[in-house]
């Protein structure tokens, strides 16, 4: 709602202007009148990265985080969501990395009943934050399960991004994911996800199409 004309933000309404610092720099249904000093907004630092805006409701400490390994392969991105939650930021957040989940709610796409064990991957310090590295997943394939690896980093308490080990010396058809979620209410969140691949045989549209459909399995069970 509103809109943006000469760095001002126009409210829908009943037409106030205001400056990029809240002040308010124009009423037009009192054009000669003196501007109250309270007729002001608040205001909160923000910044763009990966694609986003972010927000700061405080005194930001450090930027927002940035995905990893973009360098090492020739990667293309893929926006995805906004995915809703009815549920808070942390259970969104913490779905992502659930490996004991795969096998049954992402049955015949990201694992199987019969390969539901988790191996003893590795955790260890990684920045600002950890990483789960050598997670073993066993995916179906067309010619039955294919045990692969892949990685994990939580590079803030409501971001992690997933990696598959191609990802680090940029080989055909790695990805790597990186995913925010962020707090509406106490109870609603909602998730954004930025996919970066170099996918030869999958379209755009294709692997949009594949995370919605991983997602959308999610929501009902973290709802």
Known sequence: ???????????????????????????????????????????????????????????????????LFLDNADLRLVSCGPYHYQATALRAFENFFDFGHFGFV?????????????????VESYQDGLAFRDVNLYRPTAEGVSEEQFDWYV?????????????????????????????????????????YHNFDSFTDKEVRDYEDLITYQDIPIVN
Not at 165 to 193: D, R, W
């Open 1 to 67: 709602m509103g809109k943006v004309r000469e760095d001002c933000l126009i409210c829908p309404y009943h037409g106030w202007e205001y400056h990029y610092d809240g002040s308010c720099s124009k009423i037009p249904a009192q054009p000669n009148q003196p501007i109250p000093a309270k007729a002001r907004l608040a205001d909160f630092h923000c910044k763009e990265a990966a694609g986003m805006i972010w927000v700061c409701l405080g005194e930001p400490t450090r930027d927002p985080p940035a995905p």
């Open 106 to 122: 992402h049955e015949g796409l990201l694992g199987t009943p019969e390969h539901a064990e988790v191996n003893n991957y590795k």
């Open 155 to 195: 590079l803030r308490p409501l971001t992690v991004q997933l990696a598959s080990q191609g990802v680090y010396s940029g080989k055909p058809n790695c990805y790597t994911i990186f995913f925010t979620v962020c707090p509406l209410t106490a109870t609603k969140s909602v998730g954004l996800m930025m996919f």
